[in-house]
């Protein structure tokens, strides 16, 4: 049996109100109570140990974009980033809306991810919006969740029944939250900038009216729903209020809706190009509001890389998206532990560890006893620039390139193996 030591560290927690230092050990792939003999020791002095990160809404592109992301190529970038485990999203191609698919995927999962690695399964076929996908059968083949990610199911009657289906098997569902006749040729978020820049505008309310939609939903059939990448301010406010009514409703946030507006878009640059659209200042406010008083539950990236010919084309025809996955913990970090102060390390690592193992029901997400031993070693006030030519993605858009943060993970463990570390020393103090 392999052992690890990891000693001096700063063990959060959250899902058993841990937060002291203390050592952690590791035997055959598990966290054990008292040490091996002969274990390789971690020095984690000035660091935080944490559950292994998870983020539930990540794009890896196979099959058929590899010229994008590969699931080796993004697993790689989710390491680098602390990420021991992902969901992938289903708009691929083929889409995963079959039992096939979904094995091929998992196949290619099991050959080639660095860490663990779930899917989420279509909602409807082809990612259509006009016939359910054969949700049992991808809930028998091991889909954590359902999503037409990407798209958003419109015809009302369907998404009811999809619903109904999922409850049955007690799958969630998570939505990209957008009504299409009013985002028809969208680019960016209705507003001045819009105006400004002669762009077609993607008004918050076709964000809104579907997180009404899903509210609704979500208290008919007493199901969850999550709502993904939200953007807008009264967005947080109807998830305040069905929330505080016990709905089973719930939603997101990616690190560039709190620190990225519309006005980004003024040079015409594709990086800040995505879907939702950055929005205003006023949109950011009111998103870190919902962060700090916990209508917002959990983190994500919405890691969505593209290759650099699909950025170049004009703004009118490039592809929404960015990447995420390496830029993430330096995002939340940085802004809502070190220039905001409006969360607590402890509440921070919630958001990204136990609240999406528990909406997924994943065994993960915890450093209790028995438990796999995924590991993420975070250094919290680590300075440094990012800069995407040593991305592991095999894209390149991101809005971050030459961004300072403070803070990163530093060091990713995977059932008891090191699958990522930073090769500089990065030690300070807490």
Same mark, same amino acid.
């Given at each position: ?104 995927v998992q196949d290619k999962i099991a050959s080639t991810a660095l860490i663990n690695v ?203 998206g960015m990447l995420g996955l390496e830029t993430e913990v330096a995002v939340f970090l ?8 409006? +969360? #607590? /390390? ?7 560890? &136990?609240? =999406?193992?528990? !909406?997924?029901?994943? @065994? %993960?997400?915890? +450093? #209790? /006893? ?7 070693? &975070?250094? =919290?006030?680590? !300075?440094?620039?990012? @800069? %995407? ?42």
């Open positions: 049996m392999k052992h690890l030591h990891i000693k001096g560290g700063r063990v959060i927690d959250p899902a058993n109100d841990i937060h002291e230092i203390r050592d952690l050990f590791v035997s055959d792939g598990v966290i054990v109570a008292t040490p091996g003999r002969d274990a390789t020791v971690i020095d984690a002095t000035g660091l935080i140990v944490s559950p292994g990160l998870i983020d539930l809404h990540v794009h890896l592109r196979e099959p058929g974009q590899s010229h994008k992301e590969t699931i080796a190529t993004g697993t790689q970038a989710a390491a680098a980033g602390g990420f021991t485990t992902v969901v992938c999203m289903p708009n691929t191609t083929p889409p995963i809306d079959s039992p096939e698919t979904l094995a091929w779930f899917c989420a399964g279509a909602l409807t076929l082809g990612l259509e919006g006009k016939a359910l996908a054969p949700l049992s059968e991808l809930a028998a083949g091991g889909a954590v969740a359902f999503s037409d990610d990407g798209h958003c199911v419109q015809d009302l009657s369907l998404m009811r029944e999809a619903v109904l289906h999922a409850r049955d098997l007690g799958i969630p569902i998570m939505d990209h939250c957008q009504e299409a006749t009013l985002t028809t040729r969208s680019i960016m978020h209705e507003g001045a900038w819009s105006r400004y820049l002669d762009l077609p505008g993607w008004p918050r309310i076709a964000e809104e009216m579907i997180v009404a939609r899903n509210t609704l939903l979500a208290e008919e059939m007493n199901h969850p729903i999550h709502c993904q990448h939200i953007s807008s301010m009264k967005s947080i406010h109807l998830l305040r209020e069905a929330r505080a009514r016990g709905i089973p409703i719930s939603g997101e946030v990616s690190p560039h809706h709190i620190t990225l507006t519309d006005e980004h878009l003024n040079t015409r640059d594709t990086n800040f190009k995505v879907n939702p659209p950055l929005r205003t200042q006023e949109d950011i406010e009111a998103i870190i509001a919902g962060i700090a008083d916990g209508t917002i539950t959990i983190l994500a990236s919405d890691h969505a890389p593209h290759a650099p010919q699909e950025k170049a084309l004009p703004i009118e025809r490039a592809p929404f940085t802004t809502l532990i070190h220039k905001k102060k409006i +969360l #607590s /390390l402890s509440q921070l690592i919630a958001m990204l560890t &136990i609240n =999406p193992a528990r !909406l997924l029901k994943l @065994d %993960r997400g915890t +450093l #209790s /006893l028995g438990a796999v031993a995924d590991i993420t070693l &975070i250094d =919290p006030n680590h !300075l440094w620039t990012y @800069d %995407r030519e040593a991305s592991a993605s095999l894209s390149r858009n991101t809005p971050f390139h030459g961004h300072e943060f403070q803070g990163r993970a530093v060091h990713t463990i995977v059932a008891g193996e090191t699958q990522w570390k930073l090769s500089e020393d990065t030690t300070t103090s807490l």
